[in-house]
């Protein structure tokens, strides 16, 4: 199986297009064209990932975390960065990093598997992206419509919330004339042509564009279509930071403190004081997710719970919130679970392996 298939797989699953602008997902090394002969899922990609792929027979690692963030302008081996791509590259390794792009998506995105581990109900995006959508409008000829409709409905368009095949028409009067070399498909060269056509508008995912545009233009019969492309501000309901849901059960602070400890296997949870008794709504967001704090409180959480606090970050919890940090190792640890899950039902039957190696820098003494 080449290569390129499987990382068109995990592009359907999180558009590298979504990924934050500090970002670097996608194929960190390797050849799109090469064979692969297994997959090894891990959190980060190091030199001892690499030569557990090489031990198992895995060229290609799927990692969450990219190993290479900024541009690197020598490769000498001078740093562990350096040193895991040339080990990877030597080896014929490939990596692929899914990272903030897998954030961002709420459907089988890492903040989903989280909420899912502390068994959240009614879950939602806690911090909606906007300019994630576009919207799209072309001029189509009355009895071409429903053909051109469903060619673009196919392909992803016309998605607003829970609703699909969303659109808006109407019928007016196109004008054209075509030059010397053209073919039109109604009228003749030369001479301007009135047509009876309907402007169908459709709304789109900013990462689906070119395949939308491109269903569009095969099923049209005009040689030259015209079309128009709007950027809107709506708020994704699928696409942004952070969630946002309410526990099956209430439990008092102490209680929700163990239970977080508990599933989401934390060796300690730094936290704070809140004055509510019962802690029901609950926000979290894998990784470093302070910049959430004032968002999850302004949701109406009681808890949040994330990694990387900084000391005078918790003091944003004014008591309101009670803020839960279990590290960003442990907050983000079953991405390899939910990565190794997905790619073993794409592609059954194929080598897909969970890695052995703790790639956590952090330890604790106790």
């Known amino acids: ?54 031990s198992k027979n895995c060229n290609l690692i ?19 960065v350096e040193r895991t791509v040339i080990k990877a590259i030597k080896n014929d390794i490939a990596i692929y990093a899914i990272h903030t792009n897998l954030d961002n998506v709420l459907e089988g995105g890492v903040n989903q598997k989280i909420g899912q581990k502390l068994g959240l109900d009614q879950t939602e995006i806690l911090a909606k992206k906007t300019g994630t959508v576009l919207k799209l409008a072309v001029y189509v000829p009355n009895e071409h419509l429903q053909l051109v409709q469903s060619a673009m409905f196919n392909s992803g368009a016309g998605h607003i919330g829970d609703y699909d095949e969303c659109s808006f028409v109407s019928e007016g009067i196109g004008s054209f ?30 990462h689906l564009q070119d395949k939308v545009i491109n269903a569009m233009l095969e099923a049209h019969p005009y040689e030259e279509v015209a079309f128009d492309l709007h950027p809107l501000e709506n708020k994704s309901l699928h696409v942004g930071a952070g969630l946002i849901g309410t526990l099956k059960q ?17 060796t300690v949870v730094r936290f704070t004081d809140t004055d509510k008794k019962e802690i029901s709504r609950v926000a979290v967001c894998g990784g470093s997710g302070s ?5 999850a409180k302004a949701a109406g959480a009681d808890a949040y719970v994330t990694g990387d606090v900084k000391y005078h970050e918790f003091f944003d919890g004014e008591n309101e ?16 679970e939910l990565l190794r899950d997905f790619l073993s039902e794409k592609i059954p039957n194929f080598a897909i392996l969970f890695t052995e190696t703790d790639t956590n820098p952090v330890n604790y003494f106790y």
């Open 1 to 54: 199986m080449k290569l390129n298939h499987i990382t068109g797989l995990l592009s359907e699953l999180a558009p590298p297009s979504l990924q934050e602008s500090y970002d670097n997902a996608g194929l960190i090394v390797g050849d799109s064209n090469m064979l692969v002969t297994g997959i090894l899922v891990s959190l980060d990609a190091t030199e001892s990932v690499v030569d557990e792929a090489i």
């Open 62 to 80: 799927v990692a969450h975390h990219p190993i290479v963030f900024k541009g690197l302008k020598k490769i000498n081996g001078k740093n562990y």
């Open 177 to 206: 004339r075509g030059g010397a070399n053209a073919k039109p498909f109604v009228g003749e060269p030369g001479e301007r042509h009135l047509e009876p056509e309907t402007k169908l508008e459709v709304v789109i995912p900013k």
């Open 250 to 266: 209430p439990l008092n602070p102490q209680d929700f403190l163990a239970f977080v400890k508990n599933q989401l296997q934390a």
């Open 291 to 295: 910049f959430l704090i004032n968002v």
């Open 321 to 336: 919130l009670m803020i839960c940090d279990v590290g960003h190792f442990e907050s983000e640890q079953f991405t390899i």
